[in-house]
């Protein structure tokens, strides 16, 4: 079975890595398109990991999560992230991914992806090549994806909206499946996912991510007692 290793990039911990006003931080961004990605990809049949515990607040190192794939004989890498220029406000904007310098597998996955995505509408920032270090010390096909810079006004607000994530990793799937052949089929959207996003966007539960693949499962006593203590406040 294809195993698909799933960066997202940075952590709690990583220095930096937000918005001017500090009102997203990159590592949640990354994070929520990560496992929307693996949501996707899993639907279709394949394998995923994430290249750290995406839970954890301590930064994994560069290093690690290059380790992490190469040693699970992951088929594809890729690695999620949101831009940023400068320190302050600015114009800067679109979108972007990267494959290593002469990567003869990793520049046709990254062209797959980059058709899907530039039918978002966004800044089309174009397919490039960089050594970073995740796509330089992975032995599979890599890239690096930029989302939007957290920099912009503007792109910040879709950084942060639930709608926008998920068209930015059903975008990165779809590109994903292009390139192995694999056709994308169109889900049906539980009932309740709109209550869902409704009620993160209010603020009565975290991380809507993680508890989109169980709509149907039970909430603890905890789980209960803690919305109902977010809704008296």
């Avoid at 290593?100 to 397919?127: C, E, F, N, Q, W």
């Avoid at 799937?173 to 169109?186: D, N, P, Q, R």
Wanted: charged share 25%; glycine share 8%.
């Amino acid at each position: 079975m294809t195993l698909i290793c799933i960066d997202p990039g940075h952590a709690v911990s990583t220095a930096g890595k937000r918005s001017p006003d500090g009102s997203l931080r990159e590592y949640e961004f990354n994070r929520a398109v990560a496992r929307r990605l693996a949501y996707h990809l899993e639907r279709h049949g394949l394998k995923t990991m994430y290249s750290c515990d995406i839970d954890q607040e301590a930064d994994a190192s560069l290093d690690s999560r290059c380790k992490a794939a190469n040693s699970t004989g992951a088929d594809l890498f890729i690695s999620i992230h949101a831009n940023a220029f400068g320190d302050g406000w600015n114009a800067a904007n679109g979108w972007e991914i990267y494959h290593y310098p002469g990567s003869v597998k990793g520049k046709p996955l990254a062209d797959a992806i980059h058709a899907r995505s530039k039918l978002l509408g966004l800044t089309d920032r174009g397919v490039k090549a960089s050594d970073f270090t995740v796509i330089a010390k992975t032995i599979m096909p890599a890239v690096l994806i930029e989302h939007e810079f957290m920099t912009n006004l503007a792109a910040v607000e879709k950084l942060k909206a639930a709608d926008w994530r998920e068209k930015w990793a059903a975008a990165d799937a779809k590109g994903i499946l292009g390139y192995l052949g694999i056709s994308w089929i169109e889900e049906k959207l539980h009932w309740a996912e709109k209550h869902l996003d409704s009620l993160h966007s209010k603020g009565l539960i975290n991380s809507p991510e993680a508890h989109r693949n169980d709509l149907d499962g039970y909430m603890s006593k905890g789980q209960i007692f803690a919305m109902l203590d977010r809704i008296a406040k």
